[in-house]
């Protein structure tokens, strides 16, 4: 038994302070899986990785009492955190009050505005929901490797699964994932 999950138990039977003590050893893993994801996000992206974990761990330990199964367990539901974070923060750049994903140019030089890839996240969320109703568990693949940038053996790791099942329904999900959004306007 790792010492994050020793510490998620300690968490489920209301030790205050065991959250103090699981933060250190799970920093660095979600800071990393965080700059990760931050790398596939469009230039200019005003949220940086430190906020995406502070605001994911914020959302993990805040005032709703969760029940951890294990490390995994703890590590798929930041991977999900992260993914609503990213979503919520490209609805709310596309709010028609924020300009709508417009881009503000100088007026001596009109041109369309150019929109980003926040529409894209908005998309691939909503195609992710889709395919969780039909096959949840390679939704949570696509989470894993998208979201929170696991590799194939991490994700097989976390859902106790062998590497060639997620190497499978990672293909599959890619495949799938793509005529979806090739398929929506």
């Not at 660095?28 to 430190?50: D, F, I, V, Y």
């Not at 691939?124 to 939704?139: G, N, Q, T, V, W």
């Not at 699964?161 to 959004?181: G, M, N």
Request: proline content about 2%; hydrophobic content about 45%.
């Amino acid at each position: 038994m790792s010492d994050v999950t020793r510490i998620l138990e300690r968490v489920q039977q209301g030790d205050s302070e065991a959250a103090l003590d699981l933060l250190p050893l799970v920093y660095e893993e979600l800071r990393r899986l965080a700059a990760h994801k931050m790398a596939n996000e469009a230039a200019g992206h005003t949220l940086q990785p430190t906020a995406l974990v502070h605001e994911a761990w914020l959302r993990l330990t805040g005032s709703t009492r969760q029940e951890w199964r294990g490390r995994e367990h703890f590590f798929s539901a930041a991977a999900e955190a992260m993914r609503r974070i990213l979503v919520e923060n490209a609805r709310r750049k596309l709010r028609l009050r924020h300009g709508g994903g417009l881009q503000r140019v100088d007026f001596d030089a009109i041109d369309l505005a150019i929109a980003q890839d926040d529409e894209k996240c908005l998309k691939i969320h909503e195609a992710l929901d889709r395919l969780a109703e039909s096959d949840p568990r390679k939704a949570e693949v696509v989470k894993l490797r998208v979201f929170a940038g696991l590799q194939v053996q991490e994700i097989a790791a976390v859902m106790n699964a062998s590497e060639k099942t997620v190497q499978r329904d990672w293909t599959f999900a890619k495949a799938w994932l793509s005529r979806e959004l090739k398929s929506v306007p």
